[in-house]
């Protein structure tokens, strides 16, 4: 373009945000301020959902300083984009003083919403449903995405009763249609609390066509509760109306695996390769002074792998001094116990956690994002980690936020 101005620079970078394309997004814009390219709330709210999806609270925090230093005005977009930012980087104490200290767009439905999802996410179920209450009081009319933030607070804190209540309010008191994310929501709700056939009769009962997130809940659910019956009936469903969806069927594989039926395990992963799919790989990530480290699952791409690997092996000594045993059930592959040790202290989070560990000053937070659910071993073993290291390990995985600390974890075993 012969001259570019914030409209196309703008319109460029929420193209790679939509796409999550979140480090070519940042970057993006880093080359908009070179060009001399003022920022306005469009910009801003997009890049704050950068800064939120990568965890990277330093350069959300230089945007905040930036919108109070050029005296931007806050509309409700970019408060909710604050909010979403604070609270998706760690910090919900932060994003929630924020929100109750804003004035005018507060009388808007974004804000609200954005600071329910944080709650959500960070397992403060209680504080949210209380929240949610005070929103009749300011005459804040509810939508549909504050239902989805609503049920997914009652999923993370087990609140069974409120979450159907809730579900049933969204039609009888604001006349809002159930969505498929509401009943996935459901799903979720019902099947962490092993409440596994009255999940299924969510399903059996939905006005629309379940999709593979749906069944992949209830699947993920029969494999906590160790519902094997269930879990075969199932999977045979979605073979046959989500025949591609490879988590699915990973997640299948992963039961048989999980029972011992290595056989039915390999038979179903065989049928991944050959239909051509391929799993989503584990990938953590980590921002130290500005700069972001990706780490896979056995990674040895990065330039401190020597020092990382060594790390882990010094980390692992420690955590088995102070008790901890690796959880081998998660490892499903079959081979010997001393294999599934050393496959469990390869997985990215434990990497991201380590180049952490020696890349960061004694007593600082680390901050990880996974995309994918944490698995029992690696909870089990950075609640270790918080002690021995004496650390807060913050972890922000596909379905919430983990804070490690002092041994504990915020999700009180719950996730």
Known sequence: MPERDVVSWSTMIAGYVQTGWFLEAMQLFQQMQLAGIAPNEFTLSTILAT???????????????????????????????????YAKCGEIDFAFDLFNKADSPKQIVRPWNAILTGLAI??????????????????????????????????????????????????????????????????????????????????SNMSMAPDAATWG?????????????????????????ESKHVGCHVLLANIYSGCGRWNDSNEVRKKIEVAGERKIPGCSSIEVDGMFHQFLVGD????????????????????????????????????????????????????AIAFGLMNTRAGRTIRIVKNLRVCLDCHKATKFISMVYEREIIVRDRIRFHRFKDGSCSCGDYW
């Open 217 to 241: 809940s209830l699947l993920g659910a029969c494999r906590i509760h160790k519902d094997l019956e269930r879990a075969q009936r199932i999977g045979k469903l979605v073979e046959e109306f």
């Open 300 to 351: 040895r791409s990065h330039p401190q792998t020597k020092s990382i690997y060594s790390f882990l092996d010094e980390m692992g000594s420690k955590l088995k001094e102070a008790g901890y045993v690796p959880e081998v059930g998660e490892v499903l592959v079959d081979v010997d116990v001393e294999d599934k040790e050393t496959a469990l202290s390869r997985h990215s989070e434990k990497l």
């Open 51 to 85: 800064c939120a999806n990568l965890v990277a609270l330093d350069q959300g925090r230089w945007i905040h300083a930036f919108i109070n230093k050029a005296r931007i005005k806050v509309n409700d977009r970019l408060l909710a984009s604050l909010i979403d930012m």
């Open 122 to 203: 960070h397992g403060y179920s209680a504080e949210a449903t209380q929240l949610f209450e005070k929103m009749d009081q300011f005459k804040v009319f509810p939508d549909k995405v504050t239902f989805v933030s609503l049920l997914t607070a009652c999923s993370h804190g087990r609140f069974v009763e409120k979450g159907k209540f809730y579900f049933d309010m969204m039609k009888s008191a604001y006349s809002i249609e159930p969505e498929l994310e509401h009943y996935g929501c459901m799903v979720d709700l019902l099947g962490r609390a092993g409440l596994l056939q009255d999940a299924e009769d969510i399903i």
